[in-house]
């Protein structure tokens, strides 16, 4: 007695098989890339400060945007806080890598900072301090990152930056630049290096604009054309929410196409308060 084997499956019923594997594949690495996404911005979340700080006369606001590369965490980062002489800080850095190391680091570097800000009133210091405590790790990775200090008493600003790009202003008179203050090498790189601060009064109201060079750097585009461009964005903003503002600044990586990671932090200053 035979018995009766099935008929082979057509070409169209192959087709049609070897489309729903593929599919379901593809559904697969759709839901891979989700979960290692939001695996990712949960990391870079925890590192970054959970809130910004609510003081009268000031207006904060900050974006931040990940890597398109490796795990699409990374090392750029913003902070802004209160000491305990009533001074403020802010800053922003760019740690080397896009991995779960790179990310590490920067939560170190981030926590230092404020550790060594609150413990010396020197700008100068902050950075110095910072720089032989990421040598002394010994990690081999480096930083980049700009520092300020403000007194809103006084409206004295200083700044400090180690390798990092420059921050953006722009003043309710009109005025506006770009700040191409001194510097120093990234963080972690010279042992005992002497960072040079920059001093400025704030006079009248405006915004400060830090961010990262992944923001106005990328494959075929001078930083130069993307700081422009960010300087153009703070002048026609000057008015503008700081959280528009920020955004409008982070749409600048769309010019540069963007790879790396981003970050920006927005300073507005109402100016000084009539006495």
């Known amino acids: 007695m035979h018995r009766h084997r099935p008929d ?8 049609l098989i070897a489309l729903g594997q593929l599919v379901d594949q593809a559904l697969e690495r759709i839901k891979f890339q989700q979960a290692r996404v ?4 949960a990391l ?3 590192m970054l400060p959970p809130s910004l700080p609510e003081v009268p006369g000031l207006h904060f606001a900050a974006r931040y945007m990940p890597s398109q590369d490796g795990l699409d965490v990374g090392g750029d980062w913003y902070d802004a806080f209160v000491m305990k002489d009533g001074s403020l800080g802010f800053a922003v850095g760019d740690v080397q890598g896009h991995d779960v190391e790179a990310i590490a680091f920067m939560g170190q570097v981030r926590t230092s900072l404020r550790a060594i800000a609150e413990a010396t009133s020197d700008t100068r210091e902050v950075l110095s301090r910072a720089n032989d405590v990421l040598i002394s790790m010994g990690c081999g990775l480096f930083a980049t990152c700009c520092f300020l200090r403000f007194d809103p008493a006084s409206r004295d600003l200083t700044v400090s930056r180690a390798g990092h790009v420059p921050m953006v202003w722009a003043t309710a008179g009109g005025r506006s630049g770009i700040a191409l203050d001194n510097g120093g090498p990234p963080l972690g790189i010279v042992s005992g290096e002497r960072y040079p601060v920059t001093h400025r009064r704030l006079t009248d109201a405006g915004v400060l604009v830090l961010f990262t060079d992944g923001v106005v750097e990328g494959p ?3 930083i130069e054309a993307g700081l422009e461009e960010v ?6 903003g000057i008015d503008a929410d700081p959280d528009v503002l920020a955004s409008a600044v982070l749409k600048v990586a769309d010019l540069t196409g963007h790879r790396d990671d981003a970050a920006v932090l927005v300073v507005r200053y109402d100016g000084p308060v009539p006495g």
């Open 38 to 41: 939001e695996l990712a911005m």
């Open 220 to 222: 075929g585009y001078p």
């Open 231 to 236: 300087a153009r964005l703070v002048r026609a």
């Open 44 to 46: 870079q979340r925890h």
């Open 8 to 15: 082979p499956p057509d070409s169209a019923q192959q087709l």
